[in-house]
């Protein structure tokens, strides 16, 4: 009974916002991890799936270290009072925030959006925010609608999460699209300093549209650089393009905002480009005694005995793999452990070692590179089954003995993944002269640090929006992890600001980068605002041997799936496998 009633006043909460708001929040969400096409059905009795919150990734929520498949669930009420206005506006709008990774959304059974793509061609957008149009026809009104959401996860938090929640009218703003139409793929211009900005406006209007565009371009540093301003008119019904004109750019990356202004409607659409990014210049700082630090660091980790250690996991083997836990020690004699997966088949393999992000771990299911190839996810120290002797944890870790560059948190981890190549190569199964690294964000750092101070022995490497880099630039562009240094910057720990530069310039992928011989391929997310791509570039432009970039305009600080694929031929070409 009072189950009921609460289910009532839920119903009557959600009429009551409707009718003043003109929103919905919808409420009750249901969740279940698997895959049936039955849970598209609006008829299908979801009593018994678990309740969850949208707002929350449901690794915090009851589900902790799943991947794969699973559905969340809700039934809406939508008012009548909302009718006209989505005839009016061709529907609504169903708005879920961020998805993690990829998603298909149905409403009363019928599909009405989708990011990303599902297996087996997966490609994950976890940072994209979801917004989809409902058709007026597909609504009940007056009663309750479902909404279905399918989501695809392949590792690390899943599901969805950071909001807002909502189905809400349209209106002339919606009527309104703004996009660019740059020629260039990746968003990057070459060659003249003087390039043209194609901008398309699609208007849904019944009537002539016009109004006023402006395009305001600010550099990555937040500093203005362009604006431009021109009337425009859209016949009914119709797609028009303008175009506008920027002159002496400079090598880096701009941010966009097109403004749409009008009594009709307003809209903004915010993009980013870049010119020349293979000419930002962005000098190294390494202290002059720099290289003997790195060679009196390595010796010292030549020292500490390894005591490597294999246990078969038996429940993760396969007929074409086994799989087992790493233990060994590092410098200072600090405990670290991996995952190794190995052929079964006898003979010698390539491998490829993976490095974590910031505050990630490293599990299995991330080394899977095929059967032809040996891979090792190394969690360096501080980070998943690797804290027993090291344990820093998270917000704090980047500021661990920032005082002491002999102390410093990244002088060990930087050698955990020489010793990660130490074990790779003490094993009888790994061709040495075929070793690759690779790893994403802070790996991405990782991934730099091992290829440089590991020169001979990695033959290719593949960063990932690689962080650790610029750092004086790096806290003029992002927001973190510069927020990790407030306490510095407040005067409340015991080191200044030109210390905490000392420190960091000896760690500083950038000073790294000129000792890396190994063939590069490094990804980049254009929309990236946790490391940005101009410190991207300020490390591989000191790389002087053979590279490689793909930018992804879209993309924030996690990359497409396209990556993956073209980092895995990348790897296999110069190993000599078949693609």
């Known amino acids: ?31 279940i991890t698997g895959d049936k096409p039955e849970y598209i059905d609006s008829a299908l009795n979801d009593y018994w799936w678990k309740d969850i919150s949208p707002l929350e990734l449901w690794e915090s929520q009851g589900f902790p270290g799943y991947d794969g498949f699973a ?25 879920l925030g961020k998805i993690d990774d990829a ?26 925010p979801r917004s989809y149009r409902i058709p007026a026809d597909y609504v009940q009104w007056g009663k309750k609608n479902t909404v279905a959401v399918r989501v695809y996860d392949t590792g690390g938090g899943g599901g969805l999460y950071g909001g807002p929640v909502e189905l809400t009218n349209r209106g002339n703003p919606d009527l309104l699209t703004l996009n660019t139409a740059i020629t260039e ?16 406006l699609k208007s849904e209007f019944r009537k002539k549209y016009r109004g006023a565009l402006t395009l305001d371009i600010v550099t990555d540093f937040g500093e203005k650089f362009a604006s431009k301003y021109q009337e425009v008119a859209v016949r009914r019904n119709s797609t028009a393009m303008f175009t506008f004109r920027i002159r002496d750019l400079k090598p880096g990356f701009y941010k966009a905002t097109l403004s ?82 190995v052929p079964t088949n006898p003979g010698r393999y390539p491998a490829i070692m993976q490095v974590p992000g910031y505050s990630s771990v490293m599990v299995p299911s991330y080394i899977n590179y095929g059967d032809d190839v040996i891979g090792f996810g190394l969690n360096i120290r501080g980070h998943g089954n690797s804290t027993d002797d ?138 990236d605002e946790v490391c940005p791509p101009h410190i991207n570039f300020a490390a591989y432009n000191q790389v002087t041997g053979e590279k490689r970039y793909i930018v992804y305009p879209q993309a924030g600080h996690g990359l497409p799936e396209a990556f993956y694929r073209a980092k895995m031929e990348w790897i296999r070409e110069k190993f000599g496998l078949k693609q």
């Open 103 to 128: 998603d298909e959304t149905y409403f009363n059974g019928h599909l009405v959006g989708k990011t990303g793509v599902m297996p087996p061609d997966y490609s994950g957008a976890y940072d994209v």
């Open 71 to 95: 559905w969340y669930r809700v039934k809406v009420i939508i008012p009548a009072s909302m009718k006209k206005n989505a005839y009016r506006y061709d529907g609504l709008m169903l708005n």
């Open 390 to 527: 090291v344990n820093p944890g998270f917000p704090g870790y980047i500021l661990t003995n920032l005082e002491d560059k002999e102390k410093y948190i990244y002088r060990g981890a930087y050698m955990d993944c020489v010793r990660g190549i130490d074990f790779l190569c003490s094993r009888p199964e790994v061709d040495f002269s075929r070793i690759a690294v690779e790893g994403a964000s802070q790996g991405g750092a990782l991934t730099f640090a091992t290829a440089a101070l590991d020169n001979e022995r990695i033959a290719v490497c593949a960063p990932q929006v690689p962080f650790l880099s610029d750092f004086r630039d790096y806290f003029r562009v992002a927001v973190w992890p510069g927020n990790e240094f407030t306490e510095l910057a407040e005067g409340l720990r015991q080191i200044s600001w030109d210390q905490a530069y000392y420190t960091l310039s000896y760690f500083d992928i950038k000073n790294l980068a000129p000792k890396i011989r190994a063939p590069l391929i490094m990804g980049v997310g254009l929309m």
């Open 185 to 200: 793929e990746d968003m990057i211009f070459l060659g003249s300093p003087d390039v043209t900005i194609p901008v398309t």
């Open 260 to 341: 749409l202004a009008s009594k009709m409607g307003n809209k903004k659409y915010h993009f980013n480009f870049g010119y020349e990014p293979e000419k930002i210049v962005s000098p190294t700082d390494a202290q002059p005694d720099f290289d003997t630090f790195w060679q009196r660091t390595k010796a010292e980790l030549a020292t500490v005995d390894p005591l490597y250690k294999l246990i078969r996991i038996d429940s993760l083997c396969t007929e074409m793999h086994n799989v087992y836990l790493v233990e060994m020690r590092s410098l200072g004699n600090a405990l670290i452990r991996g995952w190794y997966r």
């Open 1 to 31: 009974m009072i189950k009921r009633l609460l289910t009532a006043l839920v119903a009557l909460q959600l009429i009551y916002i409707a009718g003043s708001g003109q929103s919905i929040v919808p409420a009750e969400w249901k969740f």
